[in-house]
């Protein structure tokens, strides 16, 4: 996992989390992990997958596409 945002709105609290890849994401939810969570909070965690296409990352100075950085248009 890169990181993990913790939620708190109207709809309820959650997290997003931030992985390397999907397949690293799905080794890391097993049945046995979802389960310890379900056991941990009372309820069954509900997984939502998104792909990100584009990332604007301020922190490293650069725009990805599709995991692909873009070239700055200064250069």
């Known amino acids: 996992m890169i990181r993990k945002d913790y939620l708190n709105g109207e ?5 997003v ?3 390397e890849s999907r ?9 046995t992990k979802l389960a ?3 056991e941990r909070f009372g309820a ?4 939502t997958w998104y ?3 584009v990332t604007v ?15 700055d248009a200064a250069e």
């Open 11 to 15: 709809a309820g609290t959650g997290g």
């Open 23 to 31: 397949q690293a994401a799905e080794a890391w939810f097993t049945e």
């Open 57 to 71: 990352d301020n922190l490293n100075g650069e725009t990805r596409v599709n995991q692909v950085a873009l070239l």
């Open 44 to 47: 069954r965690p509900r997984l």
């Open 36 to 38: 310890e969570l379900t």
């Open 17 to 19: 989390y931030l992985w």
């Open 51 to 53: 792909d990100t296409h």
